[in-house]
């Protein structure tokens, strides 16, 4: 059962252009949310993170924002660039767990430039 | 930033034979570490939690007396699949947080491969 879920696999957007990325969640514990960006052959990296009591969160060109009572969280990333091209995953925990997070199924970005 | 170490990135192995996997924190001490496995085109998938000095929690449907692991320090665990087999094929992926909440770093993956 994926209590984690990225519906969309792949995305391409045009460079210098908005690019979109959508996680939901089943389990309404869930209280901290990570994004990863993970090129071919490498471990994923952390992005981004957000917590339950916040539903905005900004560095630099990556937002991510959160829907607690839709259980839906998004990554934005503008303006888009080459180099973002890569799968990124979006996971999510119950913070007192310590670390046990659960992942989408990533979703593959391609920056076309 | 916190490094985590992953080796071997890549190893080919014999059914029947086990394979022994490394994950180390190099700049910080991890309590807990966690053993992940993708297959093509899906999540990564958790299979255990690997807790120092304890034994490992698994996650529901993964072998334990297949999958060991072991926590020996704050900086090392070591996943040692057993007997494999051509299914066990996959990437496994380590990771290791510096507390409640924090950010989890990733060790690079290792490539399985059992022929």
């Known amino acids: 059962d994926q209590q984690v879920k990225q519906n969309s696999p792949s995305l391409s957007v045009q460079e210098g252009r908005i690019s979109i990325l959508n996680c939901d969640y089943t389990n309404s514990m869930f209280d901290y949310f990570l994004w990863y960006k993970k090129y071919p052959a490498e471990g994923p990296t952390f992005l981004i993170s957000?917590?339950?009591?916040?539903d905005k969160n900004e560095d630099g060109r990556f937002t991510v924002f959160l829907n607690k009572s839709a259980k839906h969280l998004s990554l934005h990333i503008v303006p888009s660039q080459p180099g973002d091209s890569a799968v990124y995953f979006c996971a999510a925990g119950r913070d007192y767990t310590g670390n046990q997070f659960y992942f989408g199924t990533g979703t593959s970005l391609t920056v076309i430039p | 930033g916190a490094v985590v170490s992953q080796h071997p990135s890549r190893v080919i192995c014999k059914s029947g034979t086990s394979v022994k996997i490394e994950c180390r924190s190099l700049?910080?001490?991890?309590?807990?570490m966690f053993w992940y496995r993708q297959f093509p085109k899906q999540s990564l998938m958790l299979m255990a939690t690997s807790n120092e000095g304890s034994k490992a929690t698994y996650e529901q449907g993964v072998e334990k007396d297949k999958f060991l692991i072991n926590h020996a320090s704050l900086t090392l665990s070591t996943l040692t699949v057993t007997s494999a087999h051509p299914e066990d094929s996959s990437f496994y992926i380590c990771?290791?947080?510096?507390?409640?909440?924090?950010?989890?770093?990733f060790g690079n993956g290792t490539r399985l491969t059992v022929t």
């Open positions: 957000i917590s339950s009591i916040k």
């Open positions: 990771s290791a947080g510096t507390g409640f909440g924090s950010p989890l770093h």
């Open positions: 700049d910080f001490q991890a309590t807990t």
